[in-house]
């Protein structure tokens, strides 16, 4: 008897303070700031558990003179066990601006994915398996889009980051790694509730092709925009514990830890998730004084 199986699994990285990081999965949202902004966040999954996955990102991205249009940068290294991946996309997005707060702004990212399986370097109970025998070293290109609108109070972004349908493959069947193309939607709010205190319920969606949906639901509330506390769900997947601190006008720290529920709960040792972003103000935005909620 012969079988063949289709075996499908996370090829993008996920992010559990997607709020703060945009970039990440819109290119649209490059600007959004009004100053140049750079980000740096570094993900862990699993923490101490052999060849768990790990990420790590740095988006910059600002306006230029003619403030309708923003550019930005994105490079990412996903790392599971034996297999490294890495990108590197430019990014341009034109911007409406109806109002100060109120901007309407299209996205589009090109760039270059790099895929470095080490499989001569698992640890296999037959040494002879051909499938082990060789590594795959291989970039290809990538082209993203998105949408994004947001106000002062409420945001909603539509994105494909990856349009091409990369294939790494050695010439078998049995070896061959297809990319999808994930389609991500994602919304939020911002609630007043006095003069101290907002609350922030957000939303992600993400869908992939061969049913796999994401849903990842959010709520947050922040103290005098200085201290921002919070949790996710993510459905059926995991539950993550959040807190932003906005140290400086310029300085704002992330952290979070993500706890598993599903049944990957028992060998579960937690993720941590460490962001860092900060905001370029030069003399003439001194004024800029409003929070950034998103």
Do not use: C
């Amino acid at each position: 008897m012969l079988l063949s199986f289709l075996a499908y699994s996370q090829q993008q990285a996920t992010f559990s303070q997607y709020m703060f990081n945009g970039l990440a999965i819109n290119p649209a949202y490059a600007g959004s700031g009004d100053v140049l902004t750079a980000t740096a966040l570094v993900r862990y999954q699993s923490l101490g558990l052999e060849g768990a996955p790990n990420t790590q990102t740095f988006a910059i991205h600002s306006p230029l003179l003619n403030e309708n249009v923003a550019v930005g940068m994105l490079a990412v290294r996903d790392n599971i066990s034996i297999i490294n991946q890495y990108s590197l996309s430019g990014i341009y997005a034109y911007r409406i601006k109806f109002t100060e707060w109120t901007k309407l702004a299209f996205g589009i990212q090109a760039g270059f994915n790099s895929l470095d399986a080490q499989y001569s370097k698992a640890r296999i109970q037959n040494p002879n398996d051909p499938v082990f025998q060789e590594d795959v070293r291989s970039f290809r290109p990538n082209f993203g889009l998105g949408v994004y609108f947001n106000t002062q109070l409420y945001f909603i972004g539509l994105s494909i980051p990856q349009l091409a349908n990369n294939v790494f493959d050695r010439g078998t069947d049995l070896q061959t790694i297809k990319q999808e193309n994930p389609i991500i939607l994602t919304g939020g709010y911002v609630f007043r509730v006095n003069r101290l205190i907002n609350f922030k319920p957000s939303a992600l969606l993400k869908y992939v092709a061969n049913d796999f949906v994401e849903y990842n639901i959010n709520a947050q509330l922040s103290f005098d925009d200085v201290l921002w506390v919070g949790a996710s769900l993510k459905i059926l997947n995991a539950v993550d514990l959040m807190t932003e601190v906005q140290l400086t006008r310029q300085l704002r720290f992330g952290y979070a830890y993500t706890h598993t529920i599903n049944d990957l709960s028992v060998i579960d040792l937690g993720s941590h998730e460490v962001m860092v972003s900060y905001r370029f103000l030069y003399p003439p935005k001194e004024g800029l004084i409003s929070p950034r909620y998103f």
